[in-house]
Each structure stands twice: as structure tokens, then as C-alpha cells.
């Protein structure tokens, strides 16, 4: 099975081998979602063409997203890495880094040239719930917009940082893995995510991601997952993992939250 040494190549993967398969399904309070490979990609490709279409993105943009375990958030980061910039996962909700902010909570506008990105979680949300901050982008109302396709870009050379996370965006991630940066914080690049053997996921699994984790807990189980050609499901925390679901989804692995 493909081990993909790049989000791009790993893209190209879902959308092409197996693309009606489901690859990523969530299950939240308000219902499943199920994506397929191709859905996935569209996903993607449309937030990727809203980052630079709309929100001026560029090679080496960095991205905020104060997002729960969610499939968008998922699709958020890979967006990111298709647009050719870094995720970041804050250590606090109130974290002034970041030239674009991805959130799904109610906040106050920030100064240009800075953008805030508002993200309703609902599985049928159309709009963000409420009244938009000045300046603010309404995800939900602006990405069905943007085309399903993004234009080639060359991958990330070996080694790139990709998401640069704080002590509370990577609470359980594994100590020896990334560079160490200021505050405590990781950089990591898309083999850290991968994980490598300790992560190793036998081949075309269905991977059931324990309620509880971490945005970076996701999408390193995301990587290993996608990169032994299987299907990962992820659990809002308030959704209890039964017997029904492990049965009716076929699980065959449970990894832990960390």
C-alpha cells in the first residue's frame, strides 16, 4: 500500500485510487458525515482556492485554526498545506499569531492585515450562526463558491514544517518528535505526523480515533491512516464510541487519543 511522503501526494491518492471509498466519517452530536477520497479532495481544494482567491494566502502563510476535533479542521490543514502554508494550533484560544484565524467561536474582529475566518461546525450550516465580526469571512457562506480543483503546486521539500503547534494544541504528542521551538512549542513536518513505525496501521484499516483528542492528535492519525490506505473515523467527545458503531463502520483498529 502507498506511504506518501507529502500531503500532496496523499491528496493525489484520495482522489484517485479508490475515490468513492469513504475515507474520513465523523460522528457528531447533530449526526455522521461520511466523506469519500474525492469529496475529501473537493473539500479541500475549495478552502485551498478561498485561502488565495480570497484571503490573499501565499507560500509560507500561517494559519491559525482554533478548531475542535472536527472533519473540518481536518480539511482545514490540508488546505493549508495545499496552499503551500503552515498550520498553526495555538496554545490559548486568545493567540495573536497567525495572519489568517480559523475559529469556530464567537470573537472580536481582528486589525488588518490580519483576517478572521468564522467556521460553523454544523453538518448543514450554510452561514456562521450569528452576527459576523467586522472584517470576517464567513467559511460556510463563501467555499461552495471556489472551484473543486486547485492549480499543481511542487510539494513541501522533505522536512518542511507544516504545523507548529503549542503546549496546548499538542498535549500527548510524543516528546522526541519535531524540533522544539519557542514557549514549548513543536514544529513538525509531514513525516512527524505520519509517525512512522510506532504509528504503523495495517493495510487498508478502518481506524477508529478515540473521542477526547487533539486537532494534532487527528491529523497525525489522518496521515498514517490515508497513508496505509484506509478509513479514519473521528468522534466528537460527546458522542459515546458503541457497539452499533464499531460494528456498522467494520473497525478493525481503535488508536488512542494520546
Known amino acids: 500500500m502507498p506511504q506518501h511522503t507529502n500531503p500532496t501526494e ?46 490573499d494566502a501565499v507560500r509560507g502563510t500561517r494559519v491559525a485554526v482554533h478548531l475542535s476535533n472536527h472533519w473540518k479542521a481536518v480539511v482545514w490543514a490540508y488546505a493549508v498545506w495545499q496552499a503551500g502554508g503552515v498550520v498553526l494550533l495555538p496554545r490559548a484560544p486568545d493567540d495573536g499569531d497567525g495572519d489568517i484565524v480559523v475559529t469556530s467561536s464567537a470573537r472580536s474582529p481582528l486589525e488588518a ?12 450550516a450554510l452561514r456562521w450562526p450569528g452576527e459576523l465580526p467586522r472584517g470576517a ?30 503546549p496546548a494544541g ?20 509531514f513525516a512527524d505526523l505520519s509517525g512512522g513505525p510506532e504509528e504503523a496501521v495495517p493495510p487498508a484499516t478502518v481506524a477508529l480515533l478515540e473521542p477526547g483528542c487533539t486537532v494534532l492528535r487527528a491529523l497525525e492519525a489522518a496521515a498514517s491512516v490515508w497513508g496505509a490506505g484506509g478509513t479514519l473515523i473521528l468522534m466528537d ?3 459515546p464510541v458503541t457497539d452499533r458503531i464499531l460494528a456498522g463502520e467494520r473497525v478493525t483498529v481503535r488508536l488512542a487519543a494520546r
Open 237 to 239: 467527545r460527546d458522542v
Open 170 to 189: 499538542d498535549r500527548g504528542a510524543a516528546e522526541d518528535r519535531g524540533t522544539a521551538g519557542e514557549a514549548g512549542s513543536r514544529r513538525l513536518s
Open 10 to 55: 496523499q491528496l493525489a491518492f484520495l482522489r484517485t485510487v479508490a475515490s468513492s471509498s469513504p475515507r474520513l466519517v465523523w460522528y457528531g452530536t447533530d449526526g455522521r458525515v461520511e466523506l469519500s477520497g474525492r469529496v475529501f479532495d473537493n473539500w479541500v481544494a475549495k478552502t485551498a482556492n478561498l485561502l488565495v482567491d480570497e484571503l
Open 113 to 124: 492585515p490580519r483576517i478572521l475566518v468564522p467556521v460553523a461546525l454544523g453538518a448543514l
Open 137 to 166: 469571512v464567513d467559511y460556510a457562506a463563501e467555499v461552495r463558491s471556489h472551484g473543486d480543483v486547485f492549480p499543481e503546486e511542487a510539494p513541501p521539500e522533505p522536512g518542511t514544517v507544516l504545523v507548529e503547534a503549542g
